[in-house]
Every structure is written in structure tokens, then in C-alpha cells.
Nanobody, 122 residues
Framework: VQLQASGGGLVQAGGSLRLSCAAS????????MGWFRQAPGKERAFVAA????????RFADSVKGRFTISRDNAKNTVYLQMNSLKPDDTAVYYC????????????????WGQGTLVTVSS
């Protein structure tokens, strides 16, 4: 499965962005989908994940209450809605797909997109 993330950009603190992850090659309805981010000089870290059906979600503590994850299996697309953005949210955001249950470790995800840059100015 190929993943293409988009929707990043420059936004002021307190603003919002919606990232999209479009999948191709296979239907993703059987895949748990995750979003990770990597800030400069830091390791890639878990942000959010959603089960194949969309019935279960998980979030990193740092984004709970501000970010939501959703999916439209008919469009083979996953979304990350980011509200109340902070400068600490600045990072390259990656989407990923897993045939396992939704999880936080990077090793759970076999397929990765190329990343989209989110910059939050103070």
C-alpha cells in the first residue's frame, strides 16, 4: 500500500490544520492507521491511531483534546484534524499503516508515507 500525506503548512499558534493521508494500491479498511511526527533533532513519535473500522482511536498525551483522527474507507483516506496548535507541534508528520491492532510503536507499522511539514509560529 502506498501512502501520500498532505495538508501541512505554516500556521500561527492557536490555529488549525487538517492533514490527509491518501492510500493507493490496496483498500485500507483492514489496516489500522497511525500518524507520527518527527521534530528537528528528535525521534519519530506517535501522535494518533485509528482502527480499521474507525471505532477505536488512540492519542499521545501531548495532543489529547486538541487532535482528532478519522477515516473515510470509501475514499481510502485518513485525516488528522489539529486544533489549538502550539509551536511544539512543529514537525514533519507521517502517516502509516498496520495490519496489527492499533498501537503506538513505530514497529507496528509496515507502510509509511513521505511526510508533510507542519510549522507552528508563536
Amino acid at each position: 500500500v502506498q501512502l501520500q500525506a498532505s495538508g501541512g503548512g505554516l500556521v500561527q499558534a492557536g490555529g488549525s490544520l487538517r492533514l490527509s493521508c491518501a492510500a493507493s494500491g490496496r483498500t485500507i479498511s483492514n489496516y489500522a492507521m497511525g500518524w507520527f511526527r518527527q521534530a528537528p533533532g528528535k525521534e519519530r513519535a506517535f501522535v494518533a491511531a485509528i482502527s480499521g473500522s474507525g471505532g477505536s482511536t488512540r492519542f499521545a498525551d501531548s495532543v489529547k483534546g486538541r487532535f482528532t483522527i478519522s477515516r473515510d474507507n470509501a475514499k481510502n483516506t485518513v485525516y488528522l484534524q489539529m486544533n489549538s496548535l502550539k509551536p511544539d507541534d512543529t514537525a514533519v508528520y507521517y502517516c502509516a499503516a498496520s495490519l496489527l491492532n492499533i498501537g503506538t510503536p513505530r514497529s507496528s507499522y509496515a507502510y509509511w508515507g513521505q511526510g508533510t511539514l507542519v510549522t507552528v509560529s508563536s
